[in-house]
């Protein structure tokens, strides 16, 4: 659905690459997580997708169409949510959906009901211009479902709520993500990513340093450790150790027959300490 | 055409909602409004006649063209009108053809000159068909420079203040990026461009209408009015665009602005004060023959051919500067 090869782009138009030859595939159907630090170039690589930045270098085919050659008619199939809301202030919530709605030629949702899934529904007739920033966040992402998009452009759409509403808001898009919409999102909130995600990529730099299923990289990358707190003559003492290597497979060993065990329990990695032993970097 | 319709509604909406937006659209009414008490006799321009019953229908329709008439049977009856308290220019034929005049003697100026000159035209016109136009200008001469300059400008005024609320509601899609959730629906770059421009040739043909009204010139040519009014629009759609391109918030849009007015106040005040020899200086700019039109038209001294000249002329003009332009504004817009 979604192809990119080997894409760069440089704001300065020199060598100085906010994205660095970029690959990936999305296919039909598919939840794409885009995972990296902020500054990484994940805004930028959705901007390129979406056609707000031009395509300097590389080639992106969005449902089998080079992007230079798309007419605007495919955006009838195309939702974006922006990772900075933006909205018309005077216009009221409900207001900014309906003109929305008004440029697509498609049919599109009904915009309560949009407000209502997100919550919104009490300030429909408040002027954006009042509400919080959970709020026009929410607008934004309730704003990008208004034309039942096939393909779905999500920036942070869940940075900046609290965990009950960006909860919901990862219920609606694995519940989208079913329905057979193809998603691509950026996100730096591992959480979520490696819940809801088919398939993420770990970027930093502008460089993409690993694609694979959260699952996969677990395996791939994820060490599983035992925690074991043990007695030590009078003291209570704790150790991580990993049950692969041999090391740790010895000092399990030792601990086990040499001391009183306390409590044992085993750790997966989450994706988060994979994205930091991949990159090197912390995700903040 | 939907989506047109759309984002112009929308940016009515956003402009009745701000006050300094609300402000630019009503301030030219409001003006006209203050400027009304100031020329009370810009009400003598609506002049009456009360035409004797007899009175050919041809002389009937020719002073219909310059005030209000009224039909009145046998000369005591039209000296009881005329005798009443308003200014009412009684108007009969004796028995040799001749025509005459009834009047109180107590009426404003030269009230006797325009009928005067109504009749002399109908009598000199009965040979030929051509109806000289000068008849217009001697109903210009009487209004107060006040009234011309006045109506004129605050009519120019509103049409310049439309391409202000273009410009800002331009730097209001720039400032909140909205303009980049549009430019990923199908929505087309001429749309948005369209649904902008509306803005500023409708809202000024109210305006004019409205100010007219207000002041009362019912006397001159709605169809003139109409067609300067939309090619003045053409200039303000350009500022409008090259404001909200060129300011990157409302406030630099406002400083914009006053330098535009100087450019705006410049045309005007040279179309108005320069002597005829210096006025090719101003040639160059499209808000001068605005002017030229305007004014003309308020005083009614103005013919198509003038319309079409002055027209053309900003079109043409306008044309230019937007093809300096062209780059910026299209990149302004992407962004
Ligand atoms: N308009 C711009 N002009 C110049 N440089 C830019 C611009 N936008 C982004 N950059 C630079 O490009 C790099 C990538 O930025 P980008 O916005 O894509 O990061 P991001 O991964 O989306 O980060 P975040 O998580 O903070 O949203 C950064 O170094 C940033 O400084
Ligand atoms: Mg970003």
């Known amino acids: ?284 | 055409m939907k989506r047109i319709l759309s984002i112009f509604k929308r940016d009515f909406k956003s402009s009745v909602r701000e006050f300094l937006l609300l402000y630019i659209i009503i301030a030219p009414i409001l003006l006209a409004v203050g400027l009304r008490f100031f020329i009370p006799s810009v009400n003598s321009i609506s002049l009456q006649f009360a035409l004797d019953s007899k009175l050919d229908q041809r002389v009937v329709e020719e002073f219909s063209r310059y005030g209000r008439v009224e039909i009145i049977d046998g000369i005591e009856a039209i000296k009881s009108r005329v005798n009443k308290v308003d200014d009412i220019v009684g108007v009969m034929q004796k028995e040799d053809g001749k025509y005459q005049l009834i009047m109180e003697g107590n009426e404003k100026g030269n009230y006797s000159f325009i009928p005067q000159q109504i009749i002399s035209n109908i009598t000199t016109d009965s040979q030929s068909v051509n109806k000289p136009s000068i008849a217009f200008s001697s109903i210009g001469i009487n209004m107060p420079p006040i009234a011309i300059y006045g109506s004129s400008s605050i009519i120019l005024m509103a049409i310049i203040f439309s391409g202000m609320v273009i410009g800002l509601n331009i730097i209001e899609e720039k400032e909140a990026k909205t303009i980049e959730a549009l430019n990923v629906t199908p929505m087309q770059r001429l749309e948005f461009i369209a649904g902008k421009c509306l803005t500023a040739f409708t809202l000024p043909v109210f305006q004019a209408f409205i100010i007219i009204w207000i002041l009362k010139l019912n006397n001159l040519n709605y169809s003139m009015l109409l067609i300067m009014t939309i090619a003045s629009s053409f200039i303000a759609i350009i500022f409008g665009f090259l404001i909200g391109i060129l300011s990157s918030n409302q406030i630099a849009g406002i400083a914009n602005f006053k330098f535009l007015l100087l450019f705006v106040s410049a045309s005007f005040v040279g179309a108005v004060a320069l002597p005829a020899s210096m006025q090719k200086f101003l040639y160059w700019s499209p808000l001068y023959w605005s002017t030229i039109g305007l004014i003309n038209i308020v005083k009614n001294t103005a013919s198509w051919l003038d319309i079409w000249t002055y027209s053309i002329s900003i079109l043409g003009l306008t044309f230019i500067i937007f093809i300096m332009f062209k780059g910026k504004i299209k990149k302004g817009l992407s962004a």
């Open chain 1, 1 to 284: 659905m979604i192809k990119v090869k080997n894409l760069y782009h440089s704001y300065s138009k020199d060598q100085n690459y906010a994205v660095k030859d970029v690959s990936f595939d999305i296919s039909k159907g598919e939840l794409f997580g885009f995972l990296g630090p902020s500054g990484a170039g994940k805004s930028t690589t959705q901007k390129i997708l979406i056609g707000l930045l031009n395509l300097q270098k590389g080639h992106i085919q969005i449902d089998g169409k080079d992007i230079k050659q798309r007419s605007r008619d495919i955006f009838n199939h195309i939702g974006v949510s922006f990772e900075r809301p933006n909205v018309y202030k005077k216009l009221t919530g409900i207001e900014n959906l309906q003109f929305h709605s008004e440029m697509f030629s498609v049919t599109t949702e009904d915009p309560m009901t949009l407000l209502k899934l997100v919550g919104l529904e009490d300030a429909a007739h408040k002027k954006a211009g009042s509400y919080s920033k959970g709020m026009l966040q929410r607008l934004v992402f309730a704003r990008s479902m208004i034309n039942k998009p096939k393909i779905w452009f999500l920036d942070e759409p869940t940075s900046g709520l609290d965990p009950t509403t960006a909860s919901i808001i990862k219920g609606i898009i694995k519940q989208k993500q079913q329905q057979g919409t193809t998603i691509f999102m950026t996100t730096h909130n591992m959480h979520i990513a490696e819940e809801i995600c088919d398939r993420v990529a770990f970027i930093t730099n502008g460089v993409i340093s690993a694609i694979d299923s959260p699952r996969n990289l677990k395996l791939q990358y994820g060490e599983r450790f035992v925690t074991i707190e043990y007695k030590k003559t009078d003291s209570l003492l704790s150790e991580s150790l990993s049950i692969v290597d041999e090391a740790g497979k010895k000092r399990i060993n030792e601990i086990i027959s040499n001391y009183t065990v306390e409590t044992m329990h085993t750790q997966e990695a989450t994706l988060e300490d994979i994205f930091i032993k991949v990159t090197g970097k912390e995700l903040k």
